[in-house]
Structure formats: structure tokens, C-alpha cells
């Protein structure tokens, strides 16, 4: 069946460092979300990108969408306390395909 | 988020009790959702129904049951047959739209077996 496997599960980072997670599929999606889960609260939608090599801005925070749709990634720039969390991908194998969630990558901010 | 709610917040059960856990949204969202996430790991599909009178088995779906009498609701019973039940519940709705179908998750609820 489809996997949805996300890198690194965990990430410690000096609070104005960048980081990166990654988030890669078994198969071609036909889109790829991102959510946000706050430390004892519920996913949050972030973005959606459908477009082969898309990329999408949200402030610090850059999400790019693979030219083979099977892989994307987050990147925080310059990271603050507000952004620690778990992010997760999910993507769709095909329209009307129910939605595959990865592990997540739990985010630790240093002060 | 947001027109999503889920009861209670936090739940108890007993060994061999069946717990149901409600949830409910105001979204007018044709599809719903259940997942169960255990400490640090990431959310697992129990049951979803795509419309009213129907649903599906998802990837955990041993252990518990669901029915989808009406659009809004969507409660999910863990029964005694699920062994190791404790764990955060999270209920999700979705809807089709231009950005493709985005999942709005409730608040959750912990269950814990005592």
C-alpha cells in the first residue's frame, strides 16, 4: 500500500537557525499537504501543493512539491519558539483517494 | 478546526467496557474522519465515510465501530475487543474545493483504560 515516510522524526533547533524536513512517497500523489500539530493540540492545515516542482511561501516557512510529485519538503528559516511542533505531510494517491499521513517530524527550538 | 467538536475532551473506560466517543461538525462537510495517534507517533486511519449511511475500514480498524446515520455526525465505539485502547482520538471532516480536500481535525479525545 501506499507510504508516506517523513525525515528526521525529530528536530532540535537553535531558535534564528534554518532547518528542513523531508517527506517522501512510495508512489506519485496527486497533491501534498502539510499540517501543524501544537504540543497537546490538534493538526492544523498549512498548505496544499499540487503542481509537479511547485513551491509555496508562508512566511518563514517554504514548502516545494518534487518534480516527480513523490517527494516534498518544509523549510523554516531564522525558527522561533512559536513554530516548535509536529509537522506532518499527507498526500493523496489520486482524486477521491483517501488521505495517507507521514510519522511527522516533532520540532524542539532552543532558546 | 472550527465547527468540529469532540466529547470528551478526556475518557476513562475499564477493561471489557465499550466507550463511544462523539463527534459532530456544522461544516455541511460530506466526508468524516477517525484516527487514532499514540504518543509521539503519527495519526492512523480507523474508519471514514465518504456520505451519510456509509463508511469504510481504514488501515486500525479491529477493535472499533462507527455508523453514519446522519451528514453531521460521526461517532466512533471503541469496544472491548480493542486491546490497547489508550490513546489520543482525533475526529476529521473534509470537503472538496478548489485547493482539493482539505481535512479540518476536532480538538480530540483521550481515552485512557484504567
Known amino acids: 500500500g501506499q507510504q508516506v515516510m517523513q525525515i528526521p522524526q525529530y528536530q532540535h533547533v537553535q531558535e534564528g537557525e534554518d532547518f528542513t524536513t523531508y517527506c517522501n512517497s512510495s508512489?506519485?500523489?496527486?497533491?501534498i499537504q502539510w499540517y501543524k500539530q501544537r504540543p497537546g493540540g490538534h493538526p492544523v492545515f498549512l498548505i496544499q501543493?499540487?503542481?509537479?516542482?511547485e513551491v509555496k511561501k508562508q512566511k518563514r516557512l517554504t514548502f516545494q512539491f518534487g518534480e516527480a510529485k513523490k517527494n516534498s519538503s518544509l523549510h523554516i528559516t531564522a525558527t522561533q519558539t512559536t513554530d516548535v511542533g509536529t509537522y506532518f505531510c499527507?498526500?493523496?494517491?489520486?482524486?477521491?483517494?483517501?488521505?495517507?499521513f507521514g510519522g511527522g517530524t516533532r520540532v524542539l527550538v532552543k532558546p | 478546526d472550527g465547527g468540529i467538536t469532540q466529547s470528551p475532551k478526556y475518557l476513562f473506560r475499564k477493561e471489557g467496557q465499550n466507550v463511544t466517543l462523539s463527534c459532530e461538525q456544522n461544516?455541511?462537510?460530506?466526508?468524516m474522519y477517525w484516527y487514532r495517534q499514540d504518543p509521539g507517533q503519527g495519526l492512523r486511519l480507523i474508519y471514514y465515510?465518504?456520505?451519510?449511511?456509509?463508511?469504510q475500514k481504514g488501515d486500525i480498524a479491529e477493535g472499533y465501530s462507527v455508523s453514519r446515520e446522519k451528514k453531521e455526525s460521526f461517532p466512533l465505539t471503541v469496544t472491548s475487543a480493542q486491546k490497547n485502547p489508550t490513546a489520543f482520538y482525533l475526529c476529521?471532516?473534509?470537503?472538496?474545493?478548489?485547493?482539493?480536500?482539505?481535512?479540518?481535525f476536532g480538538p480530540g479525545t483521550r481515552l485512557l483504560v484504567l
Open positions: 499527507a498526500g493523496h494517491k489520486a482524486a477521491g483517494n483517501k488521505l495517507t
Open positions: 461544516l455541511n462537510h460530506d466526508a
Open positions: 465515510s465518504q456520505i451519510v449511511n456509509d463508511f
Open positions: 508512489t506519485t500523489l496527486s497533491n
Open positions: 476529521a471532516s473534509s470537503t472538496r474545493d478548489n485547493r482539493g480536500e482539505t481535512q479540518y
Open positions: 501543493l499540487v503542481k509537479s516542482g
